[in-house]
Nanobody, 123 residues
Framework: QVQLVESGGGSVQAGGSLRLSCAAS????????MGWFRQAPGKEREGVAA?????????TYADSVKGRFTISKDSAKNTLYLQMDSLKPEDTGMYYC???????????????WGQGTQVTVSS
């Protein structure tokens, strides 16, 4: 089975930076594709950044974070990262790591999810 554990969330002022980490274990094939999602109060969960095709190492980002966020991975450490720069108050929300054996991209159809880590950006 796949287990995902996020860390690195916290409170930061607008313009600041945070780096989220997602430690993954179990079922390597089942977590072939991974991504980051967030959910703000009163809003639906949305895709933030995702690893694309494993064959090509592609990445995809929501338009709202493009140029500010960077998704990366350290395969040796089984860890997925989300570097968040130039944070805005609208980036506030619970951030989740997700994994699946299908390239769902920024859709929320992933089978495995972490517990989430809170990110709060103040103006």
């Amino acid at each position: 089975q796949v287990q995902l554990v996020e860390s690195g969330g916290g409170s930061v002022q607008a313009g600041g930076s945070l780096r989220l980490s997602c430690a993954a274990s179990g079922g390597t094939y089942s977590r072939r594709y991974m991504g980051w999602f967030r959910q703000a109060p009163g809003k639906e969960r949305e895709g933030v950044a995702a690893m694309g095709s494993a064959a090509y190492g592609l990445t995809t980002y929501a338009d709202s974070v493009k140029g500010r966020f960077t998704i990366s991975k350290d395969s040796a450490k089984n860890t997925l990262y989300l570097q968040m720069d130039s944070l805005k108050p609208e980036d506030t929300g619970m951030y989740y790591c997700a994994a699946d054996n299908f390239p769902y991209g920024l859709t929320t159809s992933y089978h495995y999810w972490g517990q989430g880590t809170q990110v709060t950006v103040s103006s």
